[in-house]
């Protein structure tokens, strides 16, 4: 037998310290499980189902009937698409930006999320990390070189993280705070109130806030999710990071936007100009359309999203798992109970639940050490076929 060569192109050292994304492999994953005969339904992932309305993909169509339209544009995002950001914040939250200083575009948020550790940290700053939260909070602080300090969303706070638990030295030496209401993947919803302590908080560490905000629009119950930037002081020391992937159903055309802070936003965008060249101008008169545009649509959307959770709070508790009633976000958080067959192993549970069902969940501890013994549920799935998953978890149970 010939021996193993090393390879002989050797990833960048920095690379180690992020893993393989766990949605990147999971088709693999799915596709053995399918070549064995299972019918398989993802309940994993975040990607809405439904269609954007139809004023919005008119408008991309008519932008690049357009021959002038497919060309560079500006790298934050042509005029138009901020004044559209700066409207959409007037108009929902109450606030002020100037769309000039205040508002830069993004290809998606996900990029501005994870490139804002570059812009910003230096090896051996802390970034407070949400656990468990969005995986690009991690990853891209650990990429910048920077500490990542976890801050516990415990049910009985809420999944609110506990400021008191800061302590100085750690508060000190920080560069970022992340926050994101409505959570992912909690579904759990933060008060104006508790934005106010975090400003403070910042205030006083001279630390920046940066706020996770695309499920702002998708809420239940007459609740309506408020923006970070309505606490007093917050445009001092804070941005924020929205979308249109899951606001209007646009996850594939990946726009977004970053708000706030100017000196921030400076900076973030003079590293995007060295990564990427802009987006294109369809998308981008699209995205108009959407902010701009009539709002109306979204109420019958999230009353879809409604009876999706109402379905699935009652089929996962049915099943034996323990869990909050969300009031935002496309998620339903639930927890192992205790004394099951599966005990604290949310790996172990996905794993038997995808390889005997075919159903496939999110388990929890990809998103950080607190997330062990949970899973996440994804709300984007037809109704009739959420019905059949909800079925098929229900009689695998737990216990």
């Known amino acids: 037998m010939a021996a193993e060569h090393p390879p002989r192109f050797v990833p ?5 310290t992020i893993p393989p994304y766990f949605f990147h492999f999971l088709p693999q994953k799915l596709a053995a499980v399918r070549a064995l005969g299972r019918d398989i339904i993802r309940l994993d992932a ?24 497919h060309g560079y544009q500006p790298y934050s995002g042509t005029p138009d698409y901020r004044a559209a950001w700066a409207a959409f914040y007037r108009r929902r939250f109450g606030v002020e930006l100037d769309p000039e200083r205040e508002v830069i575009a993004l290809i998606g948020s996900k990029e501005g999320v994870f490139h804002l550790h570059l812009a910003l940290v230096n090896a051996g700053d802390v970034v407070l990390v949400p656990d468990p939260g969005y995986l690009a909070y991690t990853n891209g602080a650990r990429f ?29 030496r920080t560069k970022i705070m992340w926050l994101n209401y409505p959570n992912n ?11 106010a302590e975090v400003v403070a908080l910042a205030e006083r560490f001279n630390f920046v806030v940066a706020h996770d905000a695309p ?24 941005v924020e990071f929205h979308s249109l992937s899951k606001t209007y159903n646009m996850g594939g055309w990946r726009a977004g936007a970053a708000v706030g802070n100017a ?21 981008l008169d699209a995205g108009v359309a959407a902010l701009t545009g009539d709002q109306t649509w979204t109420v019958a959307r999230n009353a879809h999203y409604e009876r999706r959770r109402d379905l699935a709070v009652a089929a996962l508790r049915a099943a034996g798992l323990r869990l909050e009633v969300p009031a935002a976000a496309i998620y339903v958080w639930a927890q192992l109970p205790e004394g099951g067959r599966f005990g604290n192993d949310d790996v ?14 999110t388990p929890g501890s990809i ?16 109704d009739d076929r959420l019905t059949e998953a909800m079925r098929r978890v229900a009689a695998f149970g737990v216990r």
């Open 144 to 172: 910048a070189g920077g500490e990542v300090v976890y801050m516990p969303l415990l049910a009985r706070r809420h999944h609110l993280p506990d400021l008191t638990a800061l302590s100085e030295d750690v508060l000190r």
């Open 185 to 195: 993947p909690t579904g759990a919803t933060a008060p104006l109130e508790f934005f």
């Open 215 to 238: 499920y702002t629009e998708i809420t239940y119950g007459g609740y309506r999710a408020p923006s970070l930037l309505e606490a007093p002081g917050a445009r001092a020391v804070a």
């Open 12 to 16: 960048a050292r920095r690379m180690e």
């Open 348 to 361: 172990a549970f996905t794993e038997a639940l995808l390889e005997t069902t075919g159903v496939s969940l």
């Open 263 to 283: 000196e921030v936003l400076h900076a973030l965008t003079s590293l995007i100009g060295n990564v990427d060249s802009g987006m294109f101008k369809g998308i």
């Open 367 to 382: 998103f950080g050490p607190s997330g062990a013994g949970s899973v996440r549920v994804s709300l984007c799935l037809a």
């Open 46 to 69: 975040g990607s809405p189902d439904l269609p954007p309305a139809p004023h919005i993909t008119a408008a991309l169509s008519r932008s690049a009937e357009n021959p002038q339209h």
